[in-house]
C-alpha cells in the first residue's frame, strides 16, 4: 500500500499540536516498545528516529499521514513510560500525556506491548487508563518475530487474558500484522469526520484559545470496565508510573539491584 508520510513537529505542549482537525491515531506503550519503528514499517520509509536508548522521545511527535486508500490522519508518538531515567523524564511523561487527552480532541489510540514481557503492571495500568481518555483503543503485540511460534502463542494468550481484550501481533521486521493494522487505523479514519469539511463548523468556527469539550470515551459491553473521568484516569496512572521510579531509585541506592527488561 502506498502512503505519503512526513514528519510535522515535536511538540511539548497542547498548544503546539495541529488543530485543523484531522483524526487522530495516539501510540502509546513502554519506552522500549518499538513505537518509532513500527511508524517507519507502516510508512515504509524512516521517518521517525529510532534509537537503542529508552526513554529517547520525551516529546509528542507528530507524522501527518495519507494513505492511497484512506483519510489523511496524524499518527502521534507519544513519549514512553517505564524506562525514563530520573524524576524529571517521568514527569515529562507524565505533563505531555496529560496536556495530549486534555484537549478535548477525539481521540483513538493504539497500546503496544512487547511480546516478550507480557502481563506487565505499567501496561495493564496504561490501558485501564487509556480506555476512559480515549474514543476507542486497540492492543497491539510488538516484536512478535523474537519469540518461537510455542512461545507466542503463550505470550499472546497471557497478555489477551490480562487485559481481557484481543490483540493484534505485529513485527516492523518482518511486516506481520501491518495490513491488518493499517486495517483498523483506516477504519477509525474513515469514521471520523473533518471538522473543516462540516457545515456545523464553518457556520460557528471555534477560536484557538477556546477549550474544546471533553470527548465521551466509549467502551465496548464486554470490557466491563467502569466509567471514570479521563482526568482523574490519568492522574492515577501517572502518579503509578512516578511511584514505579521511585521504587527504582530506592532499590539502586540500597545497594539492591534494579529490576529491567531484557
Known sequence: MKVNATFV?????????PRDGFPEVAL???SNVGKS???NALVRRTIARTSSTPGKTRLANVYRVEPAAGS?????DLPGYGFAKGRTSEEEFAAV??????RGQAV???LLVDARHPGLANDLEAWTWLKTAAVDCGLVVT???KLARGERIRAVKAIESVHEHSVLPVSAVTGEGLDELWTQINRWANSSRTPKATAE???????ATEPKPRPTARIAPEKKAPKRDPFVAADDFHRGILQIGAAKRTRTSTGLPATTSR
Open 9 to 17: 513537529l515535536s511538540a511539548a505542549r497542547a498548544a503546539d499540536l
Open 72 to 76: 489523511p490522519l496524524y499518527l502521534m
Open 37 to 39: 519503528s513500527l511508524i
Open 28 to 30: 502509546i506503550g513502554r
Open 201 to 207: 463548523t464553518r457556520a460557528t468556527p471555534t477560536r
Open 97 to 102: 500525556t496529560s496536556e495530549y487527552f486534555g
Open 143 to 145: 516484536k512478535i518475530d
Open 108 to 110: 483513538n489510540a493504539l
